[in-house]
């Protein structure tokens, strides 16, 4: 079901709409959305409740009237609110926004990428142990972060350039760090990974919370098939997304190294998310690697199934990929840049 959109009214439309947005009020704060339904209907009938947002502290209230809205917010706004544990409200009116192509329904989160019916998509739990992650935390620590605009990067191997969303081959970085070379030996004699690379380039990325990333394929001509994503003190969620063919153009600018995406968000799509806990390594191989979006939603709370988790202080991924040194191939030409110029 798709959450209706509020936003906020026009100056002197307030007093006319029966919505509330109210701040510091919600599950992220030990609040359902029935006990906030009862507390407010003192003041009139509720027709509902709704998370105005991501991060499971903010709602709307949604009255049957205008009026008792507005009774609401003058007894409640900056006051606590005794049906609520005495939390105190920030409240202001909200109104419906009218219906566009630009919202998107949540979608149901598998906690195994068996479930997704992805080809090419493996998640594999608890590849390294507690001792192992928190000696490569030590080891990045004692690295040189490269900042971006909302996250930190390290790049070893090969430097990736987010402007070109590329790398370049000739500047060769030197061999992976050697507190990786468990890592590529426990890849290598994995059974079940189904092709072996000699992977020779690896991003380090630290997510601070609320910050994800923007959905995007791995340029196909910049890396092999095979993308390996270890995630590290703290879970996300990854949301993957496949256009229709020839519904989706890309428009890719970068941002001090943000990539953002810009898809028509009024094609067609298909969405599938993935619960990524700590420790886990993800695989994007075949299909999954070269024709589905992958993107990490900018939340600090997750909602997996009916369990609402809250991100870390820091996620830390380590990326291992391949870099390709001829023209991509694959059989998804609509999503491949190697392709597309010939």
Known sequence: MVIPRFVRPKEGDSESSPNLYVANCGPA????????????SSFGEVKGVYAADESGARVIVSFLEPASAHSAFIALNGRPCPHLGGRSLHIR???????????????????NASDLNIPGLYLFHDF???????????????????????????????????????VDTKQHLGALPSFVSFILERISLSPDIPEKLDLDQLTVNEYPPGVGLSPHIDTHSA??????????????????????AGSWVPKTASIS??????????????RKAIYLPPRSML????????????????HKIDKVNETMIRRGSRRVSFTFRKVRRGPCQCEFPQYCDSQSQT
């Open 93 to 111: 009116h909200s109104i419906l926004q009218p219906p566009s192509c630009r919202g998107m329904a949540s979608v149901p989160v598998s906690l």
């Open 29 to 40: 704060v030990g609040l359902s959305f029935d006990t906030i339904a009862s507390a407010f």
């Open 128 to 166: 390294i142990s507690v001792v192992e992650e928190g000696q490569l935390l030590q080891a990045v620590d004692t690295g040189s972060w490269i900042s971006l605009s909302k996250r930190r990067v390290q790049h070893y191997g090969y430097k990736f350039c987010y402007d070109t969303r590329n």
């Open 283 to 298: 695989l994007l191989s075949g299909e999954a690697r070269c024709a589905w979006h992958h993107y990490i939603p900018h």
């Open 257 to 270: 190294g943000t990539e953002v995406e810009k898809p028509n968000s009024c094609s067609e799509v298909s």
């Open 223 to 244: 890396f092999e098939g095979l993308i390996f994503s270890l995630s590290l003190a703290g879970p996300c969620i990854m949301e993957f997304r496949r256009y229709t």
